[in-house]
Each structure stands twice: as structure tokens, then as C-alpha cells.
């Protein structure tokens, strides 16, 4: 399973490492990191169909995480990836908009990796 994470905090990408280094190294699970709202659009250009799960934080500079959303939603449909919003705020406006935009998940921070990995399956 591809899984594109996109958050503007570099320290996201060590911290899914360290917290999947098991499903990373049996191959369960395979990471690819954006860390803008603008360089997930652009290797979602490219890679289309590869990540099947993007786990998008909502709060970034430029291009919201909300506003990514809502790109994927309209321009990605076979197949639709799923998308799970992060954010440090669990706030009913967040957390409808991105509902109405269509998110399949919402999670909060700090995530909790083993519900998250519950979540996944893996």
C-alpha cells in the first residue's frame, strides 16, 4: 500500500518512519512525502494511481490541506484515493468542511499510530 503524507512540518516524515519501520521493512506499506498542499498536486499529476490512501494535514501555508482535498475530490476518480485529514485542531468547522469535501477519515494530533495502523489494517 502506497500512502502519501502531506504536511509542511519535515519532522512528520521521520516520525511515520520510526512508527512503521516493521511494515516499511516487510513491505506492507510504502511512503512518499509532500510537504506542501502544491507538492502533493504535483506528484498526483505524475503518479496518479499510485498512492491509494493520502493522509493530508489541514492547516499548511499556501494551499490548505482543505483545499487539496477538495482538488483530489474533483480531479482524481478512478480510482477515488482515500483521504484522511490531520490536524492539531479537532474543530466541528474543520472537521465538517472537510466532510462536505468529501474526506473519508479525519484524525487529530498527535496521531495515534495504532489506532491508526488499526484503521489501515496493517
Same mark, same amino acid.
Request: zero cysteines; proline letters at 4%.
Given at each position: 500500500?502506497?500512502?502519501?503524507?502531506?504536511?509542511?512540518?519535515?519532522?512528520?516524515?521521520?516520525?511515520?518512519?520510526?512508527?512503521?519501520?516493521?511494515?516499511?521493512?516487510?513491505?506492507?506499506?510504502?511512503?512518499?512525502?509532500?510537504? @506542501? *498542499?502544491?507538492?502533493? +498536486? #504535483?506528484?498526483?499529476?505524475?503518479?496518479? %494511481? &499510485?498512492?491509494?490512501?493520502?493522509?493530508?494535514? =489541514?492547516?499548511?501555508?499556501?494551499? @490548505? *490541506?482543505?483545499?487539496? +482535498? #477538495?482538488?483530489?475530490?474533483?480531479?482524481? %476518480? &478512478?480510482?477515488?484515493?482515500?483521504?484522511?485529514? =490531520?490536524?492539531?485542531?479537532?474543530?466541528?468547522?474543520?472537521?465538517?468542511? #472537510?466532510?462536505?469535501?468529501?474526506?473519508?477519515?479525519?484524525?487529530?494530533?498527535?496521531?495515534?499510530?495504532?489506532?491508526?495502523?488499526?484503521?489501515?489494517?496493517?
Amino acid at each position: 500500500m502506497k500512502i502519501l503524507v502531506v504536511d509542511d512540518e519535515q519532522d512528520v516524515k521521520t516520525l511515520f518512519e520510526q512508527r512503521f519501520r516493521k511494515e516499511i521493512r516487510e513491505n506492507a506499506v510504502q511512503f512518499v512525502f509532500a510537504f @506542501s *498542499g502544491e507538492e502533493a +498536486l #504535483a506528484y498526483l499529476n505524475v503518479n496518479k %494511481h &499510485e498512492a491509494v490512501l493520502i493522509l493530508s494535514d =489541514i492547516n499548511m501555508p499556501g494551499m @490548505s *490541506g482543505l483545499d487539496l +482535498l #477538495a482538488h483530489i475530490k474533483q480531479k482524481f %476518480h &478512478e480510482p477515488p484515493p482515500v483521504v484522511m485529514m =490531520i490536524t492539531a485542531y479537532g474543530d466541528a468547522e474543520n472537521y465538517n468542511t #472537510a466532510k462536505k469535501l468529501g474526506a473519508d477519515d479525519f484524525l487529530t494530533k498527535p496521531v495515534d499510530f495504532t489506532a491508526l495502523k488499526e484503521k489501515l489494517k496493517i
